[in-house]
């Protein structure tokens, strides 16, 4: 199924403008009862979906301002890969000022999911340490040397709590407005070691120098295998020293 499975949210629901999503999705504007609105069509399995649109209820229940799953006529949070989203409004971040707003949401959604349980087919930083594979991870395709700079990094990191890590805090999955920061686009979002969320400009979440750096070098490998092996993913190994 398609995007024929729009009609499960009415009759004039509909496609206005196609947005940038990356490569995994195809993401529109839409007109929804009247009312803008943002369609992720994908092929993540329904087991992933629950528990992204579980976690946005929980999330804006909570008080933190996230792309809230609009039900179709039927009460369904998705259909056929199709999820309909609230449109968030307002801008990336751009002062030293936004940034320590957006470390203080993230910091937010650490603490709403100290107990989740991890995304379907996910592996976290840490179990990566013995596992190989996990969703988009596949170590087995990176240098062997460099699986061990990049398991060097995350060991560091080993036994502290974990959480919900929104997994890809860049500027363009933030929008920022007067009042409250939003987080968009939980594609990368799992249980992880929230320290992950927080390789911020301004060095926004306060980290001590020791600190930062451990955390900026477990970024960099995470960066590394999520992507591997494209140009980005390649300088970012580049960053991970040897242990």
Not at 126 to 131: E, H
Not at 170 to 189: C, K, M, Q
Request: net charge negative; with cysteine; aromatic share 6%.
């Amino acid at each position: 199924m398609g995007w024929e499975a729009l009609a499960h949210w009415g009759d004039d629901a509909e496609r206005v403008e196609r947005l940038s999503g990356g490569v995994a999705n195809d993401v529109w504007r839409l007109r929804v009862n009247g009312q803008m609105a943002v369609g992720r069509l994908g092929r993540r399995s329904d087991a992933d979906l629950a528990w992204e649109t579980t976690l946005m209820l929980h999330l804006d229940r909570h008080g933190l301002s996230v792309p809230v799953p609009l039900p179709t006529l039927d009460g369904r949070l998705f259909v056929g890969g199709l999820v309909v989203m609230r449109y968030v409004v307002g801008e990336p971040p751009e002062t030293e000022a936004d940034w320590h707003r957006v470390a203080e949401t993230l910091r937010q959604l650490h603490a709403l999911t100290t107990d989740w349980p991890q995304r379907p087919g996910w592996k976290s930083s840490i179990d990566l340490l013995t596992s190989d594979k996990g969703t988009r991870i596949d170590l087995n395709a990176m240098p062997a040397e460099g699986v061990a700079r990049c398991r060097g990094a995350w060991a560091r990191l080993a036994g502290r709590p974990t959480a919900v890590v929104h997994g890809d805090p860049n500027p363009r999955n933030i929008r920022v407005t007067d009042e409250r920061v939003a987080l968009i686009d939980w594609d990368e979002a799992h249980v992880d070691v929230p320290e992950l969320d927080l390789d911020l400009p301004h060095n926004a979440a306060g980290l001590a120098p020791a600190e930062a750096d451990m955390v900026a070098q477990a970024s960099a490998a995470w960066e590394a295998a999520v992507c591997w092996k494209d140009d980005h993913a390649v300088s970012q190994l580049a960053l991970v020293r040897p242990a």
